[in-house]
């Protein structure tokens, strides 16, 4: 069984940093491809970052390219997204997902596991 777990969360001004990391619970960690998403009020949820199952192929949403970072330690079961000169729309709560698969995908509905999800605040 997996299990996902968000943590890092919280209240940064505009311009900040923030780390978020992701928790893997399972044996299979390797075999899967790792994403992040975030949905702010109103809206659907986005896809933010993704990486392949060894962490070489690394893929971003337009909005956050150049600010954000998807990392993973595949010894520790551990997934990072490194956000930089944070802005206000990047307010939201943001999700991690896995699926057991060698591409990564930018849509929702192809990941079978998500985390519970972080509240990230931006504020002026």
């Known amino acids: 069984q997996v299990q996902l777990g968000e943590s890092g969360g919280g209240l940064v001004q505009a311009g900040g940093s923030l780390r978020l990391s992701c928790t893997f619970s399972g044996r299979t960690f390797g075999e899967h491809t790792v994403g992040w998403f975030r949905q702010a009020p109103g809206k659907e949820r986005e896809f933010v970052a993704g990486?392949?199952?060894?962490?070489?192929?690394?893929y971003y949403g337009d909005s956050v390219k150049g600010r954000f970072i998807i990392s993973r330690d595949n010894a520790e079961n551990m997934v990072y997204l490194q956000m930089n000169s944070m802005k206000l729309e990047d307010t939201a709560v943001y999700y991690c997902?896995?699926?057991?698969?060698?591409?990564?995908?930018?849509?929702?509905?192809?990941?079978?596991?998500w985390g519970q999800g972080t509240q990230v605040t931006v504020s002026s």
């Open positions: 990486a392949d199952r060894i962490g070489d192929n690394k």
């Open positions: 997902a896995a699926r057991r698969s060698r591409s990564v995908a930018m849509t929702t509905p192809l990941y079978e596991y």
